[in-house]
């Protein structure tokens, strides 16, 4: 057990804006008779070990914390959360700490439960499954499964933590053949807002089960969770990166567009409209990936060649590798911390003329406000076979018939005009996206959604669901439930 004393000095003087006096919660969370596990450590601000359990990927709008746990047991997290609640101390547990939610702002001096020192990856093969912490990352799952000869769905970066993304529904690129994240999840190990730790599967505790996939940073926290999922094509995907000219967008969103109702199981999309300082003007950077023999795959993306792709890279890959070389590498820098905000839209219809649309506005966005380059939008496109294969109400999330998803990035360096902006293309996306109106993968809402935009016609049963497993709603700080 380790604390941080030398940064308490610093912790006192945020005394005048903490919910309690950080001398309070230092003797709450300090005291011996807690006996924390050896490797749980404790740390305030001013710290380099503060600033390492705290550090967000997106660090506008951010939560505040005046201490920081780092449990190195589930059952430490489990007293942390009664600590926290028994003397009424606000908290926000944390895996890869990636959302741009602006809700979570909401949390200004509170108790921080980092998990990142549950960082377990532990694969059993007789039972071709992979159980991995609260804390852990993509990037750290991604080699210990591959060498076991498995493969789990992951996310499209290396940087989000696993169990975060995958509570949201985990949209990625394995869904057509594998389904969402939560469709490959067999349980849970879930910190209640009790403080009790339970498992939660499909004959433990079910109707929570129901929640959790889709919803869950609603009911607790997760320290640790199972997945299921053999190989396919011995591991082996396609790699595909082109940039494009912005004089090929038109051609371009045709052909995506011309993918809906014949996009095969194999193939995922991924599209960035973005500046491109070198020449000038707006590019689009694409990365198609084909989980199956390259020659199958060079019959999808044969097209793209006749497009007068200014640099081009198709390779062969192990699945395990894909997050760190997609889109000429792109996935690594843009999980550098960065000081954004998100906008996100589902839809379930592929319109080329909305493309195009936005990449017109984007252009000419760029060429008005030029501190604005750094803005993009990113167009994901998976192929949606294994996901419509699940019931819609077997979890609570809502949109399993989109076919994909939009991601606006605004930088903030022109934030009035670039959120006007990001405002416009979301709305662009809802209002040819096939639904009444916005519909929104929760994992990448803004936060000023409805709670209908997030989940949809699950929001009576979640709520029903809330009120029995966290009536004073102590999880609360990610698009909060009980709004």
Known sequence: M????????AAWLLSGSVTAHPADIYSVFTNPSNNWDAHTTIEFPNSTAFENATE??????????????????????????????????????????HSSSVTLGALQNGVAIDLSGLNSVSVDSAAATVTVGGGVRFGAVVDPVYEAGFEVPIGSYAYPGMVGATIGGGVGRWQGLHGLIIDNLLSVRMVTA?????????????????????????????????????????????NAHFIL????NASYFDYLASLQGTMPAELATITFIMWNDTIGESQILINWVWIGPEEEGQKYIAPLYNLNPTEVSVEMVAWNKITNTAAFGLGVPICEPVHIKGYGANFRNLSS????????????????????????????????QAVAQVA??????????????????????TEQAGDAMAMQVRAAFAATGGYSGLATYVSYAHGDETLEQMWGGN????????????????????HDLAQ
């Open 2 to 9: 380790r604390f941080s004393h030398a940064a308490l000095g």
């Open 56 to 97: 967000r990927w997106n660090t506008f709008d951010e939560p505040t914390f005046s201490i920081a746990i780092t449990p190195g047991t589930d059952a430490d997290v489990a007293k942390a959360v009664k600590l926290a609640r028994s003397n009424n101390f606000p908290f926000l547990g944390t895996g890869g700490r």
């Open 194 to 238: 009790d403080g009790n730790l339970i498992t939660v599967s499909n004959t433990s505790y079910p109707d929570l089960w129901w929640a959790v996939r889709g919803a869950a940073a609603n009911f607790g926290l997760i320290t640790s969770a199972t997945y299921l999922r053999p190989l396919i094509n011995g591991g082996q995907l396609m």
């Open 245 to 248: 000219p912005a004089s090929a």
């Open 353 to 384: 003329t909305t493309y195009q649309d936005v990449f017109r506005d984007m252009s000419d966005f760029y060429a008005a406000y030029p501190d604005g380059r750094g803005s993009s939008v990113e167009i994901e496109i998976f192929a949606p």
């Open 392 to 413: 819609d109400d077997a979890t609570a999330y809502p949109w399993r018939d989109s076919l994909g998803i939009s991601f606006g990035w605004n930088s903030t360096a």
């Open 459 to 478: 929001v009576p049963r979640l709520q029903q669901l809330k009120e029995k497993y966290d009536p004073d709603n102590v999880f609360r700080f990610f």
